[in-house]
């Protein structure tokens, strides 16, 4: 005799009520989800913008730079010297600082301690120089002598001018300025090519680096430095107007975390932790002193899309990418962006939340005039919650089946609770499964056998195939493009060969091993392996890889293995 089932009997506006409750909460959660993921997304365009906008800003910025400094040390010595050649330098020097505003000064030093410079007044200078601050100078120069030692006596001469044709006014006074002594001039005697100094604050307050590189005689023999100066408040201002939110911080830093320029110079407040920081931009405090932007600087790799991760608590989207111009510059110079997404969710949110409150509120009111009904069906329903429960916490492997109940519905639902449990568990094998790189009928079997995996003796034909000439390859093409190369070819030869049966074994550098007839039996392996290789000829012998035209290697046997 079979079990006895009844049905369960309520009150048609009970059901009704509990219903248009639950439609509601239904219709509040895909509401909140679809507005929440719009929301993002937008997000995700409107930092894309901002970063090509910024990175386009940026690879700008500094190229010109590299372009002056090449120009004063391609006039050589001589442009240095006194007289014309002095006039000379400093013509060069200001039309480069007329034409390109973010370079602060140009100067040039030389063995004997002689020192040139040009450049934009500031407060420093005019004090040094005795210039009235009524007096907005258009020309400013400076020419330190020459000295018999380091640190010994030398003057320096201030020369500046109102008006581009106006006279000369001049001031003279002892200096112990030397440049001999600047680190600037020791990393331009120290190094081929360009110098970059890290980031640094100048006597005036104002954030910049300064480049230089050595001058030399025909003999290519040190006879002194070039320097110029480049600050980045501009930068920083551009970046600042470039955020997408209030929250939001975009700054540039190098590989080893050190600091070029950031949206706000003093870092001066932390949307999550509401403290003002220090006004500097030395790179030790970046690590130790301004926990966010550390924080994305460990989550995203530089040239991946954006990423979510946690910071306090709270969600940030972030993103890096490398500064093209900065790079060729001999700068590991990346990028980075981050916003808050309560920035952009925070309204739907709290909106949402509100609803659901009210929502909840129904739904307990019903639950109140359901209580007298819900007795007789309580036990049951417990039951089906305690096996949810359990497995939540120990998971489908060991979760108990759920026994059936008298009540039809309830017997219903514990029928497809063990479904949903036998299904998920088949999944979660399946996705184990699929963690490996094997063709779906592979998968397959491995489900229908429970995902063991036993060793196999039989016969099979093996293919192996490598690419002609690949160290040469890889010496012609960037890393970049060797990695495009190799994911081209490498998915055009795993369609060819899945498409035959064959199972990819290894990859190794550019070489595939793959066997046909197992696991996936094939009475025609030999000739399918065969076909295979034909296909992957033509496919080379057609298809250009990243741009690049190859030529493989293929080798098949067949025979008996163990697998």
């Not at 030389?110 to 420093?124: C, M, N, Q, W």
């Not at 551009?238 to 950031?262: C, E, Q, T």
């Not at 790799?301 to 500064?323: C, H, K, M, S, W």
């Amino acid at each position: 005799m079979g079990k006895r089932r009844i049905g369960i009997r309520v009150q048609l506006s009970t059901v009704f009520a509990a219903g248009m409750a639950l439609v509601a909460l239904v219709l509040i959660a895909l509401d909140f989800v679809q507005t929440r993921s719009y929301l993002l997304e937008f997000a995700r365009k409107e930092m894309a913008l901002s970063e090509r906008a910024i990175h386009s800003n940026a690879g700008r910025y500094f190229e010109p730079v590299a372009s002056a400094a090449e120009i004063l040390v391609a006039a050589g010595p001589e442009a240095f010297s006194a007289g014309d050649g002095s006039e000379s330098f400093f013509r060069t020097a200001e039309r480069l600082l007329a034409r390109y505003p973010q370079i602060h000064s140009i100067y040039g030093g030389f063995p004997d301690g002689t020192f040139l410079k040009t450049g934009h007044l500031t407060e420093r200078i005019r004090l040094a120089a005795d210039i009235p601050k009524a007096i907005t100078p258009v020309t400013l120069r400076s020419r330190v002598g020459s000295r018999s030692k380091p640190g010994g006596p030398a003057t320096i001469t201030w020369r500046y001018r109102e008006t581009q044709s106006g006279p000369w006014r001049e001031r003279i006074a002892d200096t112990d300025f030397d440049p001999r002594t600047r680190p600037w001039y020791e990393a331009a005697q120290a190094h081929q090519g360009l110098h970059w100094s890290d980031v640094y604050q100048w006597s005036s307050g104002i954030p910049g680096i300064t480049v230089s590189e050595a001058l030399r005689n025909g003999d290519q023999d040190f006879v002194g430095a070039v320097g110029v100066d480049v600050r980045l408040s501009d930068l920083t201002e551009f970046l600042d107007s470039a955020r997408v939110s209030p929250n939001s911080v975009a700054f540039i830093a190098r590989g080893d975390g050190s600091l070029v320029a950031h949206s706000s110079f003093a870092f001066g407040h932390d949307p999550a932790s509401e403290q003002d920081r220090p006004q500097t931009a030395s790179s030790d405090l970046f690590k130790a002193g301004w926990p966010l932007e550390h924080a994305l600087f460990a989550a995203v790799t530089p040239g991946e899309p954006a990423v979510r991760f946690d910071y306090q608590g709270q969600p940030i989207l972030g993103v890096a990418n490398r500064i093209a111009a900065a790079t060729e510059l001999n700068k590991d110079a990346v990028l980075y962006m981050a916003i808050p997404v309560k920035d952009f969710v925070g309204f739907a949110v709290r909106t949402n939340v509100a609803t659901l409150m009210g929502a909840v509120a129904l739904i307990a009111v019903l639950i109140g005039i359901g209580l007298r009904i819900a007795r007789q069906i309580a036990s049951p329903i417990e039951r089906l919650a305690r096996l949810a429960s359990q497995v939540g916490k120990t998971g489908f492997g060991h979760a108990e089946p759920h026994p059936g109940s008298v009540i039809r519905e309830i017997d219903d639902a514990g029928t497809a609770f063990n479904a949903m449990v036998v299904g998920l568990r088949e999944r979660e094998v399946m996705r184990d499964l699929f963690g490996k790189y094997v063709p779906e009928r592979v998968v397959e079997d491995l489900i229908a056998r429970g995902g063991a995996l036993e060793p196999v003796a039989g016969q099979c034909t093996i293919l192996f195939t490598d690419i002609e000439g690949f160290t040469g390859l890889t010496e012609r093409l960037g890393p970049a493009e060797l990695v495009t190369v190799l994911n081209e070819y490498f998915t055009a030869a795993s369609a060819l060969i899945e498409r035959n049966n064959g199972v990819i074994t290894q990859f190794q550098g550019d070489a595939i091993l793959a066997i046909f007839n197992i696991p996936i039996a094939d009475p025609a392996h030999a000739a399918k392996a065969v076909r295979t290789a034909l296909d992957l000829l033509d496919q080379v012998q057609r298809t250009e890889f990243g741009g690049q035209r190859i030529k493989i290697r293929v080798g098949i046997a067949t025979g008996e293995v163990v697998a």
